[in-house]
């Protein structure tokens, strides 16, 4: 799905500020028909952002169910006979979606982009309504998972909604809301595939254009707008000679214009970003244009005060910034596919991405029910097949990502996961075989039963804390055995996806306690130095980046505090540590 951006054949509308909310507390909004009539009795609620956080009342925060989300917006009469497309960056985690109280779509997961034609349902030269109704209940049908509980005590019942991962479950509007235009014939997709000979720089395009039939013109401009190829079809290969390769740590980005041709005239025209590399799997090393290439970097999450899981575009450049100052060369979308707008940044500022599913959490209740028949499990497995489609279908042309994981930590130790996964990855590799096919585990070596799938092993362990909490010294000769031991049985390159120790900032103890500081730092220390001992490892992923919000739980004092820096971006000691040792390290 194409990202809109404006052209001299697309306007655009950003429908982002303040809408009405309404919280449906007896969830009798759809049964009354709110869509009908403009929503009564609304708070004011910035969009995008999480709307947990944003109000004082802790029923808003904690709600299970739906709320409703509502505008006007006026639709130019010069757009009448255009497409008139209403898009939502992400809605978590499920949304339904009304235009003067006609539903235009339905959506299910949050984190991805979805959108409708609603030229058919708009007043032109007038003001409209949208209507949402939001929900943020997770079943065991959704990735990720949860299930809503209802525990029955002699005195009274409590529900709550239970989920499995590891970070607070914000929903809401949490990306751009945007109105655009299209003619009639347009541009419906464009799939890039680059590709290296010696100097020269292949940048294969496959076009679809919807509405029409129309011819396809192409042309290459490298960043000083010079173009460089073209051609024509819409199967078209450019060729370019001395090209400027996309490397992390050495982005370089063409513009690729597109052109939908209707006989002599220009119909529709849009641009995107290309950037030139290969990536592959080969004797034991990943590499990037041909060159073995090694990650040293972060997991993240998009978590912040106020705004939740909101886009947020001063934190993404800050946090770019951060990456590159403490010499990261990639990261982890875990546990979710993040903005579109991050991932361009992510282009543009040289990060390799390793870009995940929402698959998170898929473990402890249902491991028995993975892929029974008659089971949540097989219309998750469904539902996980459709949100690798469309994760692949909206990242497919960003250079920056170089692998695809499926899930984080699922229950893979169980057999009947060994087919959900295998069927996972196969459609993953059906709808891009240009790049590999990873899955983040976590259970005994002996037991996994998906790692043959995989082209690279990614383990996430926390010795010396989980396991044997304050002895440091375990860390070095533990790893070292079971990172081996992951080598041992697949043979392929094996990536420390996670590894980190909670620590409050300002903590200080020496020696080193847990939660401190210092044991942070010591404990990066000891892991880097294991790491260094072994010839397969592949990468280095800390987690966390910074602090997050968790659900509350005895374990979690404000939240996760894995970070190395703060959620307010502040480095702890260990940040610094790492720098020392990402600025110097060599990674090809
Ligand atoms: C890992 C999970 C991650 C958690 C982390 C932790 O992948 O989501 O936040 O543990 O417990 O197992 O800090």
Same mark, same amino acid.
Not at 202 to 225: F, K, M
């Given at each position: 799905m194409l990202y809109p951006r404006e052209s001299e054949t697309r306007e655009l509308k950003d429908l982002c500020g303040i809408w009405e909310f309404k919280v449906d507390r007896k969830g009798s909004g759809r049964r009354e028909r709110w869509q009908a009539r403009p929503l009564v009795g609304t708070i004011p609620m910035p969009v995008p952002s999480s709307y947990n956080d944003i109000t004082q009342d802790s029923s808003i925060r904690d709600h299970i169910g739906e709320v409703w989300y509502e505008r006007t917006f006026v639709v130019p009469a010069s757009w009448e006979g255009k497409r008139v497309v209403l898009r939502f960056g992400s809605v978590t985690h499920h949304a339904t979606v009304w235009v003067n109280g006609r539903e235009a779509v339905s959506h299910k997961g949050g984190y991805l982009p979805f959108e409708a034609d609603i030229s058919a349902f708009v007043s032109y030269g007038a003001a409209n309504r949208v209507s949402l109704a939001v929900s943020n209940v997770l079943d065991g049908t959704c990735i990720p998972p949860g299930k809503v509980v209802a525990d029955k005590y002699e005195w009274g019942t409590v529900t709550w909604q239970d989920y499995w991962f590891d970070f607070f479950s914000y929903s809401g509007i949490h990306r751009a809301v945007t109105l655009y235009t299209t003619p009639r014939a347009f541009i419906e997709d464009v799939t890039v595939r680059t590709d290296i000979k010696g100097a020269t720089?292949? @940048? /294969?395009? *496959?076009? $679809? @254009?919807?509405?029409? =039939? =129309?011819? $396809?013109?192409? =042309?290459?401009? *490298? !960043? /000083?707008? +010079?173009? $460089?190829a073209s051609g024509s079809g819409a199967r078209c290969t450019l060729e370019v000679r001395n090209? +400027? %390769?996309?490397?992390?740590? !050495?982005?370089y980005l063409y513009t690729l214009e597109v052109t939908a041709l209707n006989g002599g005239s220009v119909e529709d025209v849009y641009r995107l970003s290309v950037g030139i590399r290969t990536v592959a799997v080969k004797g034991g090393r990943f590499l990037i244009n041909g060159a073995p290439f090694y990650f040293k970097g972060v997991c993240k999450h998009e978590d912040a005060d106020i705004r939740g899981k909101g886009l947020d575009h001063a934190l993404n450049v800050k946090d770019c910034n951060l990456m590159k100052w403490m010499g990261a060369n990639s990261l982890r979308t875990s546990h979710y596919p993040y903005s579109e707008e991050f991932m361009d940044l992510a282009d543009r500022e040289g990060f390799a991405v390793i870009d995940e599913s929402p698959a998170v959490g898929c473990n402890f209740w249902d491991r028995k029910e993975f892929y029974k028949p008659g089971s949540d499990g097989v219309k998750r497995l469904a539902h996980h097949v459709d949100v690798m489609r469309d994760l692949v279908a909206r990242d497919k042309n960003h250079p920056c990502v170089v692998m695809w994981s499926v899930a984080n930590e699922p229950a893979s130790d169980h057999p009947s996961a060994r087919?959900? %996964?295998r069927r996972v990855v196969a459609a993953t590799r059906k709808c891009d075989a240009t790049r590999p096919v990873t899955m983040v585990m976590c259970r005994a070596v002996q037991k996994e039963q998906a790692g043959d799938f995989l082209d690279v092993v990614c383990v996430n362990k926390y010795n010396s804390w989980y396991w044997y909490p304050g002895r440091l010294e375990i860390a070095e000769p533990s790893m070292l055995h079971e990172l081996r031991l992951w080598h041992k049985r697949f043979r392929k390159p094996v990536f420390l996806t996670e590894f980190g120790a909670d620590t409050i900032e300002g903590f200080h103890s020496d020696p080193p306690v847990i939660f401190s500081e210092e044991y942070q730092k010591a404990f990066y220390e000891r892991y880097c130095a294991m790491l260094d001992k072994l010839d397969f490892i592949i990468g280095e992923h800390v987690w966390n980046f910074a602090d997050f919000l968790t659900k509350q739980g005895i374990t979690r004092v404000g939240g996760n505090r894995k970070g190395v820096f703060t959620r307010q971006r502040q480095p702890k000691m260990a940040a610094h540590f790492l720098r020392e040792r990402w600025t110097k390290m060599e990674t090809s």
């Open positions: 720089g292949i @940048v /294969s395009c *496959d076009t $679809v @254009v919807g509405g029409g =039939r =129309r011819n $396809v013109h192409l =042309r290459l401009l *490298d !960043a /000083s707008g +010079r173009e $460089v090209a +400027r %390769f996309w490397a992390p740590g !050495a982005a087919e959900y %996964f």
